[in-house]
């Protein structure tokens, strides 16, 4: 009889210990997980990503103190970052709000522990948070909108994302 209880003991703790290491295994890999809010597009959500990387270490260059690093996230969200991406400065400010509300944390420890400004775009967006992964953009640069309307005329856009107000304006049917 003592030796049924004693194997029973020890199978309920393996079970436990396995049952323990399972759940620890699931909460690493949430920390990867997509957490991206299902109304922000997943090119949107990786451009923001690559734009907000780009424009912080071109507020910080080499700095990489937590002051630096935080003073410089104050106002990332801020559309005049963003004229030269991929989306519109509004858009961009919600992907950016919607990127910061769940990698913040990571952002700041990968840009104060950087050795380098080379890889943090690629360990932040592809690696780290993997915003990027699996997100085609070149699909997106093709769909990107090269004119805009203005006064009811069509104006170019250039590649750079900058409107070229003194360009011949594109003539467009009346409705």
């Known amino acids: ?10 199978v309920v703790l393996f079970v436990s210990i396995a049952d323990a290491k399972g759940k620890k295994k699931k909460a690493k890999s949430k920390e990867v997980e997509d957490i991206r809010p299902s109304h922000i597009q997943k090119e949107l959500y990786c451009n923001s990503c690559q734009a907000i990387i780009r424009e912080l270490l071109k507020k910080l260059r080499d700095k ?9 996230m104050e106002d990332i969200c801020n559309p005049k970052y963003y004229s030269i991406y991929d989306f519109p400065p ?3 400010r919600k992907g950016c ?3 910061i509300n769940g990698h913040e944390e990571i952002i700041e420890k990968a840009l104060i522990e ?3 400004n080379r890889d943090v775009e690629q360990y932040v967006c592809y690696t780290k ?3 990027c992964v699996d997100v085609d953009m070149n699909s997106e640069k093709n769909r990107r909108n090269t004119h805009v309307t203005i006064d009811g005329k069509q104006v170019p ?12 304006k594109v003539e467009t049917e009346e409705l």
Request: aromatic fraction near 4%.
């Open 90 to 92: 509004p858009d961009m």
């Open 1 to 10: 009889m003592r030796k049924i209880i004693f194997v029973l003991i020890l």
């Open 114 to 116: 950087r050795k380098g």
């Open 97 to 99: 709000e919607a990127y």
């Open 129 to 131: 948070t993997k915003a």
């Open 157 to 168: 856009v250039g590649d750079d994302g900058a409107i070229d107000i003194g360009a011949p």
């Open 64 to 72: 990489t103190s937590e002051q630096d690093v935080v003073d410089a």
